[in-house]
Nanobody
Framework: QVQLVESGGGLVQAGGSLRLSCAAS?????????MGWFRQAPGKERESVAT????????YYTDSVKGRFTISRDNAKNTVYLQMNSLKPEETAVYYC???????????????????WGQGTQVTVSS
């Protein structure tokens, strides 16, 4: 069982930055899993923000965050990060970290392919 705990959310003004962290606990090695950050705004479906393969060598971003967000992982620390710059009010949402056992890139941005989820952290961007 993989337990994921997100942190780093909060209130920020438009144009500001936040860094989210996702720490895995328990007897697990995060290097076994592909990882993703997803977000869900009220009344909307959960969407992929950024994903990274098990080694950190391949990353994927939704078009709207390319050039502003960076996903990274430190497998030695069992932690995945999401650096978010130039935040926009429409990016207000609950941000979730997730892990999946599938190591290929097939469906890596599809939240339905992920096996473990954190509880989420609220990000609010004020205008």
């Amino acid at each position: 069982q993989v337990q994921l705990v997100e942190s780093g959310g909060g209130l920020v003004q438009a144009g500001g930055s936040l860094r989210l962290s996702c720490a895995a606990s328990g007897r697990t090695f995060l290097s076994l899993y592909a990882m993703g950050w997803f977000r869900q705004a009220p009344g909307k479906e959960r969407e992929s923000v950024a994903t990274v393969n098990w080694s950190g060598s391949i990353t994927y971003y939704t078009d709207s965050v390319k050039g502003r967000f960076t996903i990274s992982r430190d497998n030695a620390k069992n932690t995945v990060y999401l650096q978010m710059n130039s935040l926009k009010p429409e990016e207000t949402a609950v941000y979730y970290c997730a892990a999946r056992k599938e190591r290929s890139a097939v469906g890596i941005s599809n939240p339905r392919t992920y096996d473990y989820w954190g509880q989420g952290t609220q990000v609010t961007v004020s205008s």
